[in-house]
């Protein structure tokens, strides 16, 4: 269990304060909309109202304190920024923003984010993989060059084992997991390749992305 702060509750930061609180955290989530805070009072174990850009309001939460801060403002980028070198001055000790483009991005970990996450991004890209693909049935991009996707198994691997195949060497990949009826499971070398399951697998995207295209 962790101790979160989270600064600003629109739809992305509501969410994450409803996720967070269900996985067992204590977060404190902070806007200077009070409207937007009264749907969250049954989720997190304090709310206030105030302007995070006011070096006195921010201080006053004692973000140092906090496991993670999480600046999840997405309507002014200028006050994004300006809270994210804010929370690092003082001494917090993660910060994570919330970025539309790789500028933003860039200018974010310039001014003290620790870790920078695209929402937007990240689910146009799912939408667009989901779209493109009949095969691909979940997306994540880990970096410019690698992503997990959850795909199905390409049809020459039918009833052969991973070890058979040698789906590492051969194609460059791991797989991480087999999803079968919303479960996971950590498949060994002798697990057989199933039309019935789901394969998770994480490696280069252009090398996955061509792997796929041979199931269209």
């Given at each position: 269990?962790?101790?979160?702060?989270?600064?600003?509750?629109g739809?992305?930061?509501?969410?994450?304060?409803?996720?967070?609180?269900?996985?067992?955290?204590?977060?404190?989530?902070v806007?200077?909309?009070?409207?937007?805070?009264?749907?969250?009072?049954?989720?997190?174990?304090?709310?206030k109202?105030?302007?995070?850009?006011?070096?006195?309001?921010?201080?006053?939460?004692?973000?140092?304190?906090?496991?993670?801060?999480?600046?999840?403002?997405?309507?002014?980028?200028?006050?994004?920024l300006?809270?994210t070198?804010?929370?690092?001055e003082?001494?917090?000790?993660?910060?994570?923003?919330l970025?539309?483009?790789?500028?933003?991005?860039?200018?974010?970990?310039?001014?003290?984010?620790?870790?920078?996450?695209y929402?937007?991004?990240?689910?146009?890209?799912?939408?667009?993989?989901?779209?493109?693909?009949n095969?691909v049935?979940?997306?994540i991009?880990?970096?410019?060059?690698?992503?997990?996707?959850?795909?199905?198994?390409?049809?020459?691997?039918?009833?052969?084992?991973?070890?058979?195949?040698?789906?590492?060497?051969r194609?460059g990949?791991s797989?991480?997991?087999?999803?079968?009826?919303?479960?996971?499971?950590?498949?060994g070398?002798?697990?057989?390749?199933?039309?019935?399951?789901?394969?998770?697998?994480?490696?280069?995207?252009?090398?996955?992305?061509?792997?796929?295209?041979?199931?269209?």
């Amino acid at each position: 269990m962790k101790s979160l702060l989270i600064i600003g509750a629109g739809r992305f930061g509501a969410l994450l304060c409803r996720n967070l609180s269900g996985l067992g955290n204590e977060v404190m989530v902070v806007d200077d909309d009070e409207r937007k805070l009264a749907d969250l009072l049954d989720c997190v174990v304090e709310a206030k109202i105030g302007d995070c850009t006011r070096a006195d309001v921010l201080r006053s939460l004692g973000p140092e304190h906090f496991d993670a801060c999480i600046v999840c403002v997405t309507d002014a980028f200028q006050s994004s920024l300006e809270i994210t070198n804010q929370l690092h001055e003082m001494g917090a000790k993660k910060v994570i923003s919330l970025a539309s483009t790789g500028i933003q991005a860039k200018f974010l970990r310039t001014n003290g984010a620790d870790e920078v996450i695209y929402p937007e991004r990240d689910m146009a890209n799912r939408l667009a993989m989901s779209i493109s693909y009949n095969t691909v049935f979940d997306f994540i991009q880990l970096s410019d060059e690698y992503s997990i996707f959850e795909i199905v198994p390409l049809r020459s691997w039918l009833g052969r084992s991973i070890r058979a195949v040698n789906v590492r060497a051969r194609y460059g990949i791991s797989i991480l997991g087999v999803k079968k009826d919303g479960k996971v499971t950590m498949p060994g070398p002798d697990y057989a390749f199933s039309e019935a399951e789901h394969l998770i697998v994480m490696g280069r995207t252009d090398t996955i992305h061509e792997l796929v295209g041979k199931n269209e």
